[in-house]
């Protein structure tokens, strides 16, 4: 998927989205933090409270989780259970704790390149619902 991301350009156009985030001005979206710029067809980044977020309408999510303890993660998977029905699939920089997302598996790993790794990579885990 990476890979065709990547050739149609739309990788380049997320990480200039993704970018702009830090420079994006004052619209509240509701989490305590700053709403992004939609990146294309359904996209939204969003900077604030993780838990205090609105993931009703999420179907798929990238967490930079490299940080977060299990206590946090095990917060985040019950979230995500409870507040997102149409989450299809999770990719994490960290493996969430056993039990903590039911009614979701690991569906692989992979290595992608971080800001910090270059192109080595950093492990991401990634669950799928079902």
Partial sequence: A??????????????ASALALAAYGSGDD???GRGAPDVGDGVRLLQGN???????????????????????????GNKLTTEAPRLRSLASLRRLPRGCLPGFHVTGELEAEMSWTGPRGARVFLYGRG
């Avoid at 990476?2 to 990480?15: F, K, N, Q, T, Y």
């Avoid at 977020?53 to 930079?64: K, P, R, V």
Wanted: net charge negative.
């Fill in 50 to 76: 993780l838990l205090s977020a609105d993931f009703g309408g999420m179907t798929h999510a990238y967490c930079a989780s490299l940080c977060f303890d299990d206590e946090l993660l095990a917060r985040l």
């Fill in 2 to 15: 990476w890979s065709a991301v990547s050739a149609c350009g739309e990788a380049r156009a997320l990480r």
């Fill in 30 to 32: 509701g989490s305590g």
